[in-house]
Nanobody
Framework: QVQLVESGGGLVQAGDSLRLACAAS????????MAWFRQAPGKEREFVAH???????TYDDSVKGRFTISRDNVKNTVYLEMNSLKPEDTAVYCC??????????????????WGQGTQVTVSS
């Protein structure tokens, strides 16, 4: 079992930055692919970024160049650095962990564990 707890959300203005963190329980964190998803009101959950066990990363086009995902396997934590925030980034951001994600990193169903989420609100 892995428990995930997000933190770092808040209310910011357009152009500001935020750093989200997702702390994981358990001793096998390094063996999981980790990802961030987000869900805005009235919209489906969407992929934001993912990072493999070895540090490989991918990003959705909507955040590429503005967001950076990273992980610290000693602290059992994955981060999402968000810069140049836009109002359309407003959503609940959730982290996810999966062992058999493979190349299907965009699919929520490939992840085994989810956090409760943290709200990010960007005002114009």
């Amino acid at each position: 079992q892995v428990q995930l707890v997000e933190s770092g959300g808040g209310l910011v203005q357009a152009g500001d930055s935020l750093r989200l963190a997702c702390a994981a329980s358990g001793r096998t964190f390094s063996s999981y692919t980790m990802a961030w998803f987000r869900q805005a009101p009235g919209k489906e959950r969407e992929f934001v970024a993912h990072i493999t066990m070895t540090g490989g990363t991918t990003y959705d086009d909507s955040v590429k160049g503005r967001f950076t995902i990273s992980r610290d396997n000693v602290k059992n934590t994955v981060y999402l650095e968000m810069n140049s925030l836009k109002p359309e980034d407003t959503a609940v951001y959730c982290c996810a962990a999966g062992r058999t994600v493979g190349s299907f990193w965009r699919l929520p169903m490939r992840y085994d564990y989810w956090g409760q989420g943290t709200q990010v609100t960007v005002s114009s």
